[in-house]
């Protein structure tokens, strides 16, 4: 019997027999530093002695997170700090496929990441092929719903490519290299007596019922299916696996993640470690959840979640949620979400507090940072090409793909081909119900109040032109600086 399908495979190492524990052997990995070291310089120690530092110049990483807001828990600091000053360590993150991409709330995990890659240690993101088949409690009042294979494999497949699009183009020269792993690899063949026999009896149910997912699912009227309970059993296993198969020292979540991840270092002192020898020493670390000033998580909006992935959420609209935080937000975002030195986020803190300080400054840089990281040089352009044609009275040089991503954010109309051909511009003013007639038309564009595609008009009868088309099926007008409507030509 099966926990699930075995979608793909991996050869044991020589020797090994699947299910048996093997001695830890160490990371197997070089030793990189990258330029985070000048965040460390002003980073306040995490305890009363000193922050630790590699012989090689290694920054202090659990120094650097807590400088910037991104510590909640870590199960031993000090031992943390001396294991990251030694060598470089293999830090994962997990990411169940519960949809075909991430969101801003999922970003705090891929830049704690990134910063422990930039300081010289090998992230790994771990996609939940196999726990995504099950559902996380955590942070839930009800059960997740029951995915199909066939969506659960799309979804790993479309979070793998974010995570390697996103953590692979930030990557600093020389650093370690980015690993995306899938949990499916091992739980896949794994069956279900194995799992109890190697596993389960290795787990407390006392302390699993402790956890507060469960205990607060627990008292809700649902309760917790058996399912959702053995969760942490299996995410427990896969800090295990990955200890035991990958060198895997560090797991780090969001807060409500806590109880999952000790579950996990509990387990390597059960597997990996007994009277023979000692269990390898791994850590756990959480970060905040991102929450604004008001405590609302951030990644939702009116329309809905805040995507990472393009396909989801344009670049434009990614960028103008971030424009749009508020003042109280902005400076911890700014110290959560990019990596701006400190010192610069300080500053920009003290000129919004200056006389003629121009308002939403923060919420720019913010914004272009974070786009940036998420959708690359490329993403960030379309954002701000975009957000500079929709600007009341802008100039931008326009294209067809510039206007389909602002498409959702202005009016738009559609008009056959036959009744924009050889119209006037008056004309197709009043068809999409710009102007309510065609001599209040041509008395605004005698006034210089008519824009098309961005070009003032002047002249009363502009006849509208095969080539004022955009891509040959769009027109930008625009009734004065603020009223645009985005046409759409239909054959």
Not at 267 to 296: K, M
Not at 304 to 314: D, H, N, T, V, Y
Request: charged content about 20%; hydrophobic content about 40%.
């Amino acid at each position: 019997m099966m926990l699930q399908q075995r979608l793909a495979s991996r050869p044991t190492r020589a020797g090994h027999r699947r299910g048996q524990p093997l001695p830890f052997q160490g990371s197997r990995l070089a030793s990189h530093v990258t330029s985070a070291a000048a965040e460390v310089a002003e980073a306040p120690a995490a305890s009363t002695s000193a922050p630790l530092a590699g012989l090689d110049g290694r920054p202090n990483i659990v120094s650097l997170l807590r400088s910037r807001g991104l510590i909640q828990e870590v199960t031993n600091t000090e031992e943390l700090e001396r294991a990251a000053a030694a060598g470089s360590l293999s830090v994962y993150c997990g990411f169940d496929p519960t949809a075909d991409s991430l969101h801003l709330g999922n970003l705090l995990g891929i830049v704690v990441l990134a910063w422990f890659q930039r300081c010289g240690h090998e992230p790994v993101a771990l996609l939940g092929g196999a726990t995504g088949r099950v559902g996380d409690p955590s942070g839930r009042s009800t059960e997740r719903p029951v995915l199909s294979e066939e969506q659960i494999e799309h979804n790993v497949t479309s979070i793998g490519n974010l995570l390697r699009g996103i953590l692979v183009r930030n990557s600093p020269p020389e650093a370690p290299a980015v690993r995306v792993l899938n949990n499916l690899d091992w739980f896949g063949s794994m069956g279900f007596l194995t799992f109890l026999r190697e596993v389960g009896k290795f787990a407390r149910v006392g302390t699993m019922m402790a956890k507060d997912s469960v205990r607060t699912r627990m008292e809700s009227e649902q309760g917790i299916s058996f399912t959702e309970f053995t969760y942490q059993l299996l995410q427990g296993y896969d800090f295990v696996h990955l200890c035991r198969e990958h060198g895997v020292r560090v797991q780090i979540g969001g807060s409500d993640q806590w109880g999952n991840i000790t579950a996990g270092t509990d387990l390597i002192r059960r597997l990996l470690g007994g009277e023979e020898r000692e269990a390898p020493p791994c850590y756990g670390l959480t970060f905040p959840l991102l929450v604004d000033s008001e405590g609302r998580k951030f990644g939702k909006s009116v329309g809905g979640a805040i995507w990472l992935a393009a396909e989801r959420l344009s670049p434009y609209k990614f960028y103008q949620y971030l424009f749009q935080v508020t003042d109280a937000d902005v400076v911890k975002l700014l110290k959560m979400l990019t990596f701006m030195p400190l010192p610069d986020i300080e500053a920009l803190e003290a000129a919004m507090r200056a006389p003629g300080y121009v308002p939403n400054t923060a919420q720019r840089r913010l914004a272009e940072e974070v786009t940036r990281f998420v959708h690359g040089e490329e993403g960030l352009a379309q954002a701000l090409k975009a957000t500079e044609a929709l600007k009341p009275g802008a100039a931008t040089q326009l294209d067809a793909a510039t206007l389909e991503t602002v498409a959702a954010d202005a009016p738009s109309a559609s008009l056959p081909r036959a009744a924009v051909a050889g119209a006037t511009l008056a004309d197709v003013m009043v068809a999409i119900k710009l102007q309510p007639s065609k001599s209040a038309a041509r008395k605004l564009i005698k006034g210089g109040g008519v824009y098309l595609n961005n070009a003032k008009v002047g002249e009363e009868l502009y006849v509208v032109r095969p080539e004022d088309l955009i891509d040959g099926r769009l027109l930008l007008v625009a009734a004065g600086k603020k009223n645009k409507m985005l046409v759409r030509i239909v054959d």
